[in-house]
């Protein structure tokens, strides 16, 4: 069974510009969390989804950032335009059932603003 | 809402004996799970261990172990027998269980290096 799988891997682009990441979640896990890590801080949550529903999206930083989830299937996570401070590692996690323990993350990726 | 401290930034460990690594927490709700993952250098996050507000044994999966102590709020992970591949980043991390969905509240992280 293929595990979450996060592209890119990295990206880097310049203030102002826009960058989507992509999240693949485990096949059949309705529930998928995005996070993220800012250098030096805690991961922190972003949002989560319900099949294709937005189910909390309380950790959303701002406006700038515009997460989808079509079809209850791949995510993807919009950031537009890029400021510098949005550069971390981007966490995407699925389950299938509601208990935090099954959440199985992906390898991240990593987004740099210069 | 929820926190997690992790109080250890980074610490070294000696091939073949135990780490505790420590992770307090705070939140007002009576319902709510630990957990630890490690982020080996490749960058995954891999859950190791879970425990629950209400289990009354401390939780256990083979070489890590959880000491729980709920009146302190606090939730040490111990790794007996380090060995080199336990070299990572390692995560205290909580969820508090409501109906809306379990979103995870992450302490800042502990780096451990196992020296052989």
């Known amino acids: 069974e293929a595990g979450v799988t996060q592209f890119p891997s990295h990206s880097v682009i310049e203030k102002g510009q826009t960058v989507t990441l992509r999240c693949d979640p485990i096949s059949g896990h309705d529930n998928l969390y995005w996070y993220r890590r800012v250098m030096g801080k805690e991961i922190k949550f972003l949002l989560h989804f319900v099949k294709e529903s937005k189910q909390d999206e309380s950790g959303m930083p701002n406006n700038r950032f515009l997460a989808e989830r079509t079809g209850g299937t791949y995510s993807t996570l919009k950031v537009q335009p890029a400021e510098l401070e949005d550069s971390g590692v981007y966490f995407c996690?699925?389950?299938?059932?509601?208990?935090?323990?099954?959440?199985?993350f992906g390898p991240g990726t990593r987004l740099t603003v210069t | 809402a929820q926190k997690i401290t992790q109080t250890q930034p980074g610490m070294f460990v000696q091939e073949k004996e135990a780490v505790t690594l420590d992770c307090t927490y705070d939140t007002s709700d009576q319902s709510y799970g630990l957990f630890w993952y490690k982020q080996p250098s490749s960058g995954e996050m891999i859950f190791l261990i879970y425990q629950g507000s209400y289990d009354e044994q401390n939780a256990t999966e083979g070489r890590y172990s959880l000491n729980f102590q709920k009146a302190r709020k606090s939730a040490n992970l111990v790794i007996s027998a380090s060995q080199l591949g336990d070299s990572a980043m390692y995560f205290c991390a909580m969820s508090v269980f409501k109906a809306a969905g379990n979103k995870l509240t992450f302490g800042g992280g502990t780096r451990v290096l196992v020296k052989p």
């Open positions: 996690a699925s389950s299938q059932g509601v208990l935090p323990y099954e959440q199985y």
